[in-house]
């Protein structure tokens, strides 16, 4: 009798969860479905306060604009000072063809680049030339003073390789890859006879007398360009689209001595701190153990920094929102990280799990979701031996229409630390990445001019802040602690470096000082 009356208890006790569960879930898509705040968030992070480059005003906006969203939410929420970077803001970029003719081009300062001044410079163009060894190339930096030099390769066509394949004959998409990849390897070549790796032969061109370069680096998508850091520390670096790019690579090549004007007018601002914006709905139960909602708010800034990140922190946003109105009162506490540069090697989170061991060592569950604004498709165990367990059973009440999309590894592999929550995984902590639908995200808005708010699929977002709210009430409900098991990996010994390879990732050390970053 006792033994029959325990399991009445327990299922009584499941049946009474599993009800509670399914009216939370209820409300949950009943909130996201017609009370949402994406469009409002994406319209105020992304129109008004724009690219979060680290170490910009719009970096330090964007931190106090969350904390301003919190506390409005009855979220408390605190900026986690970590370390220095250089300050930098972007100004108006503007770029003309003087000579042979008259044309605007399109373009934009690369970030950290000097400025110009407001009168701009104006001067020649000239490019890198094909050389076969450091002497030829040593002779050709003895003619760049005072002109602007072209230092990327040229591409023969601006057109996306499906195109080629849908239109073009087999024998003409086969000779254009052929003769790509000639010249190419031709590029990578001279670049070697230089003497110089491409991380430092702007320095040579900057230090032989240039008054400024003239990049492009395509993304393989019709106006996209991967726009990174200028790599100068005297004289600006300028981006141009393909299209502009190329043609002044052939006027050179003609010998047609184009003249452009550039007026790049970025502001130096010193040293400035840098940040995390932490929030925190205080668990009931359980305070001191956590999970945590994680997204990196930081950007490059040559578009809006919309898909990568902004549409994760916008999720994560409107998720701690749905919590504290819908789950006010939860069991374990439930954090929130944006973090801060993360584009500069997930400093933010690594500094994170360097204060903050105590946070760290009583990890639930921390959900990361980063690559742009697809639905979640993808969740891996992150190598951790027993994750299905809880995985799988955080995920159960998670509605059909958003789970079906989602395909599981377990245990799966930890990962070597492409986006935050391999900061936390190196630490031992149950982390994992919430991976999304590409929609293009590579080629088309991954760290380019075109990230902007137009490709958002707001469907999409809603889809996974859904799943963030859900994961994050299971994992906070749930009446075990996530197991920290991981399973083996075996490491091997690199034969040409006698270095040990594999294994469990290690934690890295943040960098706290990025004010001589370029």
């Known amino acids: 009798m006792k033994k029959t009356t325990t399991i009445i208890i327990v299922l009584s006790c499941f049946l009474a969860f599993s009800q509670t569960t399914k009216e ?273 708010f930081d950007s490059w800034d040559g578009g809006q920094g919309t898909t990568d990140n902004g549409t994760g922190s916008i999720v994560m946003l409107e998720a701690m929102r749905i919590l504290k109105k819908l789950y006010p009162n939860p069991k374990r506490t439930i954090m929130v990280g944006h973090w801060g540069s993360e584009e500069q090697g997930l400093n933010g989170s690594r500094a994170f799990v360097e204060d903050y061991p105590s946070i760290v060592d009583n990890i639930q569950a921390l959900f990361n979701q980063d690559n742009g604004t697809g639905r979640v498709v993808d969740l891996s165990g992150s190598g951790f031996l027993h994750s299905y367990d809880y995985l799988s059973r955080w995920l159960a009440p998670v509605p059909r229409d958003v789970s079906k999309h989602i395909e599981t590894e377990f245990p799966g592999s930890p990962g070597g630390g492409g986006t935050d929550h391999a900061s936390f995984v190196a630490a031992g902590a149950p982390a994992f990445n919430l991976s999304s639908l590409s929609w293009a995200y590579w080629d088309h808005t991954w760290h380019t001019n075109l990230d902007t708010y137009d490709k958002i699929v707001f469907d999409d977002l809603k889809n996974n802040v859904i799943l963030s709210v859900i994961l994050a009430f299971m994992a906070s409900e749930d009446d075990e602690k996530a197991s920290r098991e991981k399973r083996v990996i075996q490491t091997r010994v690199n034969p040409f470096t006698g270095r040990s390879m594999g294994g469990w990732p290690q934690t890295r050390k943040p960098t706290r000082d990025g004010t001589s970053a370029k």
Not at 81 to 90: A, F, I, L, V
Not at 119 to 127: D, I, L, S
Not at 140 to 169: M, P
Not at 204 to 233: C, D, M, P, Q, Y
């Open 24 to 296: 939370f879930v209820d409300n949950v898509v009943n909130e996201v479905e017609n009370h949402s705040k994406l469009e409002q968030l994406a319209h105020e992070l992304f129109d008004v306060i724009g690219p979060r480059l680290v170490g910009t005003p719009q970096m330090k906006q964007a931190h106090d604009w969350a904390i301003d969203k919190y506390e409005s939410w009855g979220i408390e929420a605190y900026n986690h000072e970590w370390g220095k970077w250089r300050g930098w803001e972007r100004g108006i970029t503007h770029v003309d063809l003087i000579e042979p003719r008259l044309r605007t081009l399109v373009g934009r300062q690369l970030a950290w680049s000097p400025s110009t001044g407001k009168k701009g410079v104006e001067a020649e163009v000239t490019k890198i030339p094909i050389v076969e060894n450091k002497e030829q190339f040593s002779e050709w930096l003895e003619t760049v003073k005072g002109k602007f030099v072209l230092v990327s390769q040229k591409e023969i066509t601006g057109r996306t390789d499906s195109q080629w394949e849908e239109y073009a004959t087999d024998e003409s998409f086969e000779k254009m890859k052929k003769t790509r990849d000639e010249l190419t390897d031709q590029w990578y070549n001279s670049l070697r006879n230089t003497g110089y790796g491409y991380r430092d032969i702007n320095s040579a061109i900057e230090n032989a007398g240039a008054v400024g370069l003239i990049s492009s680096r395509w993304s393989k998508a019709f106006g996209a360009n991967k726009v990174f850091s200028a790599g100068t520390e005297k004289i600006p670096n300028v981006d141009l689209n393909l299209e502009d790019y190329t043609m002044l690579y052939r006027l050179v090549e003609n010998n047609q001595k184009p003249i452009l004007k550039v007026v790049a007018t970025s502001k130096e601002h010193g040293d400035v701190p840098t940040f995390n914006t932490i929030g925190m709905i205080k668990g009931v139960e359980k305070p001191d153990e956590y999970v945590i909602l994680s997204a990196h």
